[in-house]
């Protein structure tokens, strides 16, 4: 069965240091979307993806976070520098046809930053 | 931002117990999902609703979508030990395809 890979499975770093995180989505799915779940919490989409193109980021702290699907396939999330504050599981999830509301979700990666 | 809120945010059942939770919004929703996370897990699909008054079961487990598009419900029937997990309620913010998560409800099935 495809599903949506996502590395690296676990990071941790230290304050104001750059880190990323990779997203292969399933094969096919044109909407891809990166979400961080922080503890106890509810998944807070960062940035939905449409093919190659940013279709919102609203909520995606631009100073320090950037994403990018450059052929519209994989897709990566950048953290530079990052703060205490970014530790939470950060999650990638695409899906065929968003008017489902089925998004394939990956295992994510948990960042925790010292 | 539209915001969904569920309850309880947590339960303890006895194995064999039927279940009920809620998810509740201010605003509309013109379609309801509901989500199961597992442990160090993504979230994964349960039920989509997609009418307002449906009625949808897959297994054990029937939501409803509310009448007044502002609030969905999910029953679990006869619990098993695998059902533990937090259940999370989501919907499209309006006229996006931009999925919102509801704050979750933490069940634990006690054998």
């Given at each position: 069965e495809a599903e949506v890979a996502q590395s690296p499975r676990y990071k941790i770093t230290e304050k104001s240091q750059a880190v990323a995180f990779w997203c292969d989505p399933i094969s096919g799915h044109a909407t891809l979307y990166w979400y961080r779940q922080i503890l106890g919490q509810g998944p807070e989409l960062l940035v939905q993806f449409q093919d190659e193109s940013v279709v919102d980021d609203s909520q995606l702290p631009k100073d320090r976070f950037s994403a990018e699907r450059l052929k519209g396939v994989d897709s990566t999330?950048?953290?530079?520098p990052a703060e205490l504050g970014d530790s939470a599981m950060y999650l990638c999830a695409s899906s065929v046809d968003p008017n489902t509301g089925e998004l394939f979700f990956g295992e994510g990666s948990r960042?925790?930053?010292? | 931002g539209q915001q969904l809120n569920q309850s309880p945010?947590?339960?303890f059942i006895q194995e064999g117990e039927d279940?009920?939770?809620n998810c509740t919004s201010s605003s509309i929703f013109n379609t309801w999902l509901?989500?199961?996370q597992d442990p160090g897990e993504g979230p994964v699909l349960l039920i989509a609703l997609y009418k307002a008054g449906e009625l949808t079961s897959n297994g054990r487990l029937t939501a409803q979508f509310g009448i007044t598009r502002k609030d969905s419900f999910l029953n679990i029937s006869a619990?098993?030990?695998s059902d533990v997990g937090i259940y999370?309620?989501?919907g499209p913010e309006s006229g996006t395809y931009k999925y919102i998560f509801g704050t979750g409800t933490r069940l634990k099935v006690l054998a």
């Open positions: 999330l950048k953290i530079q960042l925790t930053v010292l | 945010q947590s339960m279940v009920s939770m509901w989500y199961k619990s098993i030990p999370f309620c989501a």
